[in-house]
């Protein structure tokens, strides 16, 4: 009996002894069978290590602990927890997100009607610290779109959380999430996997939650952040010699023109 293609998932996670049992019990019990879960752990200094190893004992052949010596940052660590995935397509989540069941089915499901597919997202719920309910979704903020080639990703922003990808393995350009940026790589790496011909879509429903805390990266907007999305532009243009130009500068110039104008009449 055919198992299916073969899927990693892969976890970072640093500090986060409050939130990680329940991300990667949501993760472990998922009903896909051929699946491996990567678990990062960037030197916590909490009891985060002490739980990965207590789930590592009870599911062996399916959780694969990388403990880092020392701490080196979400991207870096990112890379080290990547390198360790060997699945045809690599699932990601944050150590303080939560899975909801039948997500890894349906989105392999969605990879095998056609080859040229790349890029797989869902709509996700967002809770607070404590699991509530915050009664917004990522749909609320940024449409779910489908498309094919990077032009619209780039143009309109990342339609997806993070916590909801699945890339396709063979896309996966050999640096994996660029070193360049060491806080917010995700978004360069969605657009080096698809490139100027890989298909992107999304599952219909909610098959994630996304803890929003004080802890988050992106809770604050900071130097660091925006660093990073103007080098993802840069790293972008040069990498693809100047294709995207017309997008960056409608992502940069009019996307936040139409929002201001949204806002105006709303007012």
């Known amino acids: 009996m055919s198992v299916g293609p073969s899927v990693s998932l892969l976890i970072v996670c640093y500090n986060q002894q409050h939130f990680i049992r329940e991300a990667l019990e949501s993760a472990l019990t998922q009903d896909y069978a051929n699946l491996e879960v990567v678990v990062a752990d960037d030197a916590s200094t909490d009891g985060t290590q002490a739980i990965i190893r207590?789930?590592?004992?009870?599911?062996?052949?399916?959780?694969?602990?990388?403990?880092?010596?020392?701490?080196?940052?979400?991207?870096?660590?990112?890379?080290?927890g990547l390198s360790q995935c060997t699945g045809e397509f690599v699932a990601f989540m944050g150590g303080d997100d939560v899975l909801l069941p039948g997500k890894i089915t349906r989105q392999v499901a969605w990879f095998a009607a056609d080859d040229g597919r790349v890029l797989c997202g869902h709509d996700v719920d967002w809770i607070?610290?404590?699991?509530?309910?915050?009664?917004?979704?990522?749909?609320?903020?940024?449409?779910?779109?489908?498309?094919?080639?990077?032009s619209g990703f780039i143009r309109n922003g990342s339609p997806y959380a993070a916590t909801s990808v699945m890339v396709r393995r063979s896309r996966i350009p050999a640096y994996g999430f660029h070193p360049a940026l060491p806080v917010v790589s995700d978004w360069k790496l969605w657009i080096?996997?698809?490139?100027?011909?890989?298909?992107?879509?999304?599952?219909p429903g909610i098959y994630a939650r996304y803890r929003r805390h004080r802890d988050n990266v992106t809770a604050r907007p900071n130097w660091r952040i925006t660093r990073d999305v103007l080098m993802t532009a840069w790293l972008s243009l040069c990498h693809q010699r100047g294709r995207y130009l017309k997008d960056w500068l409608h992502y940069f110039l009019v996307r936040p023109l139409r929002k201001r104008l949204c806002r105006r009449r709303h007012v």
């Open 128 to 150: 607070d610290a404590g699991g509530a309910p915050l009664g917004i979704r990522t749909s609320d903020l940024v449409p779910l779109r489908e498309g094919r080639g990077a």
């Open 54 to 80: 207590e789930l590592a004992q009870r599911y062996p052949h399916r959780l694969k602990p990388v403990f880092n010596p020392q701490n080196i940052g979400i991207t870096a660590n990112s890379n080290i």
């Open 192 to 203: 080096d996997v698809i490139g100027s011909d890989g298909t992107y879509g999304y599952i």
